[in-house]
């Protein structure tokens, strides 16, 4: 995740199906015909699930794992030992990062960083049988409507940005140009590279489109893959959202919102805007700014109803949390992100506002308004960017944290720790963190 133009690291996509109460869903979808179901990996046994009780701590001590960490079972040992030597107990390791697998995925491609050598093990399979022999948690990170990165093409034709370009968010800037452009002509997936790289500050990358029915069942399926196979204590969405108020201008987009919003107009009002709609494909979603934004707000949250109900259904004591963005005014109207609203409806168990700044004044309000929104410690854990704060800056955001009732806070990152961090009177930056406020 990036917020602010940085790049962060915790994830959305709407359903199509909106399920009715807690413990049912629609059971997971087959491919469509003649889509393959590669697996991402060629060895290593899955972990799956027992009948162990997932771990719980009355305080979270979590670390975001950032996929590059997951490369080797070296670094993978490694970081497992620097978390639980430092005092954490939760890892929030990332299975899906641009629409690929670090784990043995029946979904989609490996990520391209495990093709180079190619490797021969399953990093989230490791990851949890070294985590759980520590005492640590793990808890599945999965990015979702971020796919790919602003440069290049994935290299797997079976990678969604190339086997399914017609899958993809478009910014209003490219809405006229590409509305008559064949997806699978290569001027179509390039102009959203190219977009997102003049734009590098603030829009990550390429993006799935909320609204498209397909995408909804690929990440559902990627959700419910996760929790049938793996003995996990959790899974995490990140990107469960739009990039910006910019998107999604994509034809199919536009068609389905003119779908759902004509019959909530007058006859009069829908033939002006049909006959406008000949001339200009944004003539609905200029006239109608409050029925677009809550069209676009809808494909959000009813995705992740969909995906707790399906992971419940499957195994009901997973958690399920979100990073989502802090400022939750911003969340609703710019990135249609309502946690609020998760919250209240219980179709979130965590919510994780990614407080990411170093001004003590900002976190404190972020992290109490995220507090008296969910009215439940356990169901806030404080994100906190390591990545910009001192050791001594961190700490002191988790003294915040603790003092304004959040169940747990979770440091944005581990490899950003382990490797980029300066180091306090010969300790790591994790050291220092442990030593001082979790008692190593």
């Not at 993978?76 to 005092?87: E, L, N």
């Not at 190219?194 to 390429?206: F, I, K, L, N, P």
């Not at 204590?233 to 199919?252: A, E, M, N, T």
Request: charge should be negative; proline fraction near 8%.
């Amino acid at each position: 995740m990036r917020v602010s133009g940085v790049l962060a690291t915790a994830a959305a996509l709407a359903a199509c199906t909106v399920v009715s109460g807690p413990g049912l869903a629609p059971p997971t979808v087959p491919a469509p015909e003649g889509e393959p179901l590669p697996r991402a990996l060629p060895a290593g046994p899955v972990v799956s699930p027992t009948s162990r009780p997932p771990l719980r701590f009355d305080e979270v001590r979590g670390l975001w794992v950032v996929r590059t960490t997951l490369t080797s079972p070296r670094a993978v040992r490694r970081m497992v030992d620097d978390a639980a030597s430092a005092g954490f107990n939760t890892l929030v390791v990332q299975v899906r990062g641009r629409g690929d697998a670090f784990y043995d995925s029946r979904w989609e491609p490996p990520g391209e960083q495990l093709l180079s050598p190619p490797s021969t093990f399953d990093p989230l399979a490791l990851v949890i049988e070294e985590a759980h022999r520590r005492g640590l948690a793990v808890h599945a990170w999965v990015n979702t409507h971020l796919v790919w990165d602003a440069w290049g093409l994935p290299g797997s034709p079976e990678h969604m940005v190339r086997r399914h370009p017609d899958w993809l968010a478009v910014p209003r800037t490219l809405a006229r140009q590409l509305f008559d452009v064949d997806p699978q002509d290569p001027r179509f997936v390039q102009a959203l590279i190219d977009y997102a790289a003049q734009r590098s500050e603030t829009v990550e990358g390429v993006y799935s489109s909320p609204a498209h029915p397909a995408v909804k069942e690929r990440v559902y399926s990627v959700w419910t893959d996760l929790a049938e196979r793996y003995d996990l204590d959790g899974i995490h969405l990140d990107y469960v959202r739009f990039p910006s108020g910019d998107f999604d201008y994509s034809r199919g987009a536009l068609e389905r919102f003119r779908a759902w919003v004509a019959p909530r107009l007058e006859v009069g009002r829908l033939t002006a805007l049909d006959a406008a709609y000949q001339g200009d494909p944004l003539a609905f979603v200029d006239s109608l700014p409050e029925p677009w934004a809550r069209f676009r707000r809808r494909q959000i949250t009813d995705l992740v109803e969909r995906l707790y109900y399906g992971v419940k259904a499957r195994r009901p004591e997973l958690v399920v949390s979100a990073a989502v963005f802090a400022n939750q005014e911003d969340a609703y109207l710019n990135r249609f992100q309502d946690w609020g609203a998760w919250l209240d409806r219980g179709i979130i168990d965590v919510v994780a506002p990614m407080a990411y700044v170093t001004e003590t004044d900002r976190f404190e309000r972020y992290v109490a308004n995220a507090v008296d929104a969910a009215r439940d410690r356990e169901r806030i854990w404080a994100g906190i960017g390591a990545y910009l704060n001192t050791a001594e800056g961190t700490i002191r955001q988790i003294d915040i944290a603790r003092d304004r009732g959040a169940g747990g806070v979770i440091l944005f990152s581990y490899d950003w720790a382990a490797w980029e961090a300066p180091t306090l009177d010969g300790r790591s930056y994790l050291r220092t963190v442990g030593e001082e406020r979790f008692g190593r």
